[in-house]
């Protein structure tokens, strides 16, 4: 009697043991706001946009990406250390400018339009 009641009272330790590991649970929660890229080709009628991902044209239509404007540009390039900041061309995809970096040296700076990307 006394051997039942130790072997039911182990399996009873296991199971709760075990419940009592388990991780809990987590969920995946993604929110889309605006027109939905997708990492992967959904469907046959579907566009890449270089920075952005797929993209459903038959159901949304052209897509245009916001572009900044030259001034949020060259604000831009200002806040990152830049100074004397001067527009040398801002038409295209990517603005260029001259400017003194930090040692005084006068530089070529470029930004892209869409992603406000800065490179010299």
Request: aromatic share 16%; charged share 20%; net charge positive.
């Amino acid at each position: 009697m006394f051997k039942k009641l130790f072997v039911a009272g182990a399996v009873a330790l296991c199971t709760i043991g075990g419940l009592a590991a388990t991780p809990p649970a987590q969920a995946d929660v993604r929110i889309f706001l605006g027109v939905p890229f997708h990492p992967y080709q959904v469907g046959p009628g579907w566009r890449y946009y270089d920075g952005y991902g797929w993209y459903d044209y038959g159901r949304y239509g052209h897509f245009r990406p916001n572009k900044m404007s030259c001034s949020q540009a060259r604000r831009r390039v200002d806040r990152n250390g830049y100074n004397n900041v001067e527009a040398r061309d801002c038409s295209g995809r990517t603005y260029s400018f001259r400017a003194t970096n930090r040692k005084g040296k006068r530089v070529t700076v470029y930004v892209d339009a869409y992603s406000g990307d800065i490179w010299r």
